[in-house]
């Protein structure tokens, strides 16, 4: 698993009644985005097991796949494609873990990232860590710039897939493509909803692919 610098190799997200300083250990909506978009390389794959399930209803998860809505627009709305890939948005998030002490993490991506042959290669999104002000971006591209944001959000609701983790159950997603949400639910006193969390790299997963072909074919 990989060290993160606001996370351990892996982490806990336990969620409990007022425990609201970050909607991922809060009970409130938690609006589909990837993870670590302030980090200069987020983390390739997310994993989420289930431990316990809160005894209420929502809570429902919530995963879109952010390249398809990235080509919807491509095909159908390139202005807007054109700025996605290419103007940078600050992304930041400060806070304090007790593995690390105090940490501000800060970085500019665009929302969606090309590689040297102008495919997709990730996609950068988490409303709640992009920087409100936009101060690096240029003041006649603010408007554009919000409409195409708000084109890739309304495309990544309209094609998400929804359902309720059951205690017990895992899963993994490459968190530079799939956008991953939570559903808003009550809880009550006394009851919980745990999840472990964990990360890995596409690097150290093919090397593991390799060294077991090795050893089952020689």
């Not at 080509?71 to 054109?82: D, L, M, S």
């Not at 998030?93 to 042959?117: C, E, M, N, W």
């Not at 006394?190 to 990360?199: A, I, M, Q």
């Amino acid at each position: 698993m990989k060290t993160c610098l606001c996370f351990r190799e892996t982490f806990t997200l336990i969620t409990q009644p007022y425990q609201t300083a970050n909607l991922s250990y809060s009970p409130g909506r938690l609006g589909l985005h990837t993870d670590q978009p302030s980090l200069e390389r987020p983390p390739n794959i997310q994993f989420l097991q289930c431990l316990k399930q809160a005894k209420t209803t929502g809570g429902e998860n919530q995963l879109s796949d952010g390249f398809y809505a990235a080509k919807i627009i491509r095909e159908t709305n390139p202005k807007a494609f054109q700025l996605l890939s290419s103007v940078p948005v600050d992304n930041y998030v400060t806070g304090t873990q007790r593995t690390v002490g105090k940490f501000h993490s800060a970085y500019r991506h665009p929302i969606i990232s090309l590689d040297l042959h102008c495919n997709i290669k990730a996609v950068n999104f988490s409303n709640t860590m992009r920087f409100m002000h936009m101060c690096t971006v240029p003041l006649e591209t603010h408007k554009p710039l919000y409409g195409a944001m708000k084109l890739f959000n309304d495309l990544i609701y309209q094609n998400m897939v929804e359902f309720k983790m059951r205690e017990g159950d895992m899963i993994a997603f490459d968190n530079n493509r799939v956008l991953h949400g939570r559903v808003a639910y009550e809880i009550n006193e006394g009851d919980e909803r745990h999840l472990e969390g964990g990360y890995m790299e596409w690097d150290d997963i093919r090397s593991y692919m390799r060294v077991l072909n090795e050893k089952l074919h020689g």
